[in-house]
């Protein structure tokens, strides 16, 4: 009976969340046109026809690769990463809007509603990626074939719901913080954007050691979002990437434990209310 | 015999933000069938008194008790015996009407093939059966509070809070909902808790408690509280208790 209520809440909030997406037509858009761009535009201005040498952390067959292929795990994860903040978007319009009260007054744990949350987020975020794999890489498999080939991104599978759940914990963390719908902004600047850009999603790291960037290489290693991103790349390989594995393991644990955390009565109410009245 | 079962029970909360202290032992009970209004100023600590009951924030000392269950120990038995009306709109505005009511359901796990049936009956009774399929940004703010009250009842609760849920209504929809919930504490023996600032909402209560600056001035039926006041109106015997005269 408890775990019926359980699922019922889950399908609630996952249902929830799909029928608002599709309300908002143009979210799929952006979200397989954003990735298109730069697999499309900018793989085009920057990748060299030599293609490019991932590095020692290689997981391809050959030290030269495609840089359309090179890119794609990274934009893979830019289509999660853009989901994930999405869903702490809609966390913080939930608030706004008063409907948090009627998430935080159900008769569910709410270690619970907020995994809940996290998994109808992480549903929308895998529907989205994999929109973006099935339209965007038959395109480029026309003119540079991959060396990943199709079954890749199915073993993928997995990770790339890891990777989304980790991204989507760290939403719901940074949903705790984000007051207002404007603040958002904030989040594209001070999160998003170093995330990507400090990551090997466009470039092997090597390459910041290169050009004589170590404090940038350092950020990169610390990133977990490289982690995330390499872990995709090695699993459509058809290889497993244990650190990458571990590291989004234990970030998913620690942002969801600490956005649990946050919304804690005890902690975070108590504490906003005192903000207000103090 | 269900008349004199205790429903809600507060025994000597406090609550502080920071030094200032919000709600001083704060103590009262509900039976059910009862409607009680909580009468008191802005800032009195009626909302604050209220987000301790839902569990939506923890008093620092003293017990809350719905039916029973503390809801501060046992949260999650305590929430299934509450439907609440908040003052500020709850209801998304994204879903159409059915889809706000189901999703309630599921949130309650209520069977969703019995619940269908009571979600049209019930919209039939406040006429809105024709909107079960708009979206809720549609609807006028009288039509969306009642979408709130029917949605705050499916899952059947011995206790019902409402918090000023007058607030923004015309003067039709206000006593429509008046009508509605005196119905409904008739028929269905529920006990309401009504927290508002406005004094013609009180007069129809069972027992009336005026809260002012965390303290409950007073507590008692419209006639006990005229005859302390020594007032003939309640509006006139409510500032008379507020101001300390």
Partial sequence: MIFRHYILALLGLSLREIIKFSNQKGRLFSAIVRPALWLFVFAAGVGSAKGIDPGVLNFYPTQNVNYFEYITPGLLGMVLLFSGMQSSLSMVYDREMGVMKILLTAPLPRWYMLLAKLISGTVLSILQAYCFLIICIPIVNIYTPFLTNYTGWLLAFPFIVLFGLMLGSLGLLLSVHIKQLENFAGTMNFVIFPMFFISSALYPLWRLVDNGAIFVYYLANANPFTYGVEMIRAASLGTFYLNGFIVCIVCTIIFLFLAIRGYNPQVSLIKKSKAKNG | ??????????????????????????????????????????????????????????????????????????????????????????????????????????????????????????????????????????????????????????????????????????????????????????????SILWTTHLVDEAEKADKIIILNKGIIKTAGTQSEILSLAKEKNLANAFLKIVKGE
Avoid: W
């Avoid at chain 2, 909302?47 to 620092?60: C, E, K, Q, Y």
């Avoid at chain 2, 006593?175 to 269905?188: A, P, S, V």
């Fill in chain 2, 1 to 190: 015999m269900l008349k004199n079962k205790l429903v809600l029970e507060i025994n000597n909360v406090k609550k502080y933000y920071n030094s200032f202290l919000a709600l001083n032992n704060i103590s009262l009970k509900i039976n059910s069938g009862e409607l009680v209004v909580l009468l008191g100023p802005n800032g009195a600590g009626k909302s604050t008194l209220f987000s301790i009951i839902t569990g939506l924030m923890r008093a620092d000392s003293g017990a809350c008790l719905i039916n029973g269950y503390n809801i501060a120990d046992n949260t999650i038995s305590a929430l299934k015996n509450l439907g609440v009306v908040f003052q500020q709109p709850t209801i998304d505005l994204e879903l159409t009407v059915k889809q706000n009511l189901l999703f309630h359901s599921r949130l309650h796990g209520i069977d969703l093939n019995l619940v269908k049936k009571t979600i049209y009956e019930e919209l039939v009774k406040t006429g809105l059966e024709k909107k079960i399929n708009n979206k809720a940004r549609t609807l006028s703010g009288g039509e969306r509070r009642k979408v709130e009250l029917i949605r705050s009842l499916l899952h059947k609760p011995k206790m019902l809070l409402m918090d000023e849920p007058t607030v923004g209504l015309d003067p039709g929809s206000r006593t429509d909902l008046l009508r509605k919930i005196l119905n409904l504490k008739k028929t269905k023996s529920l």
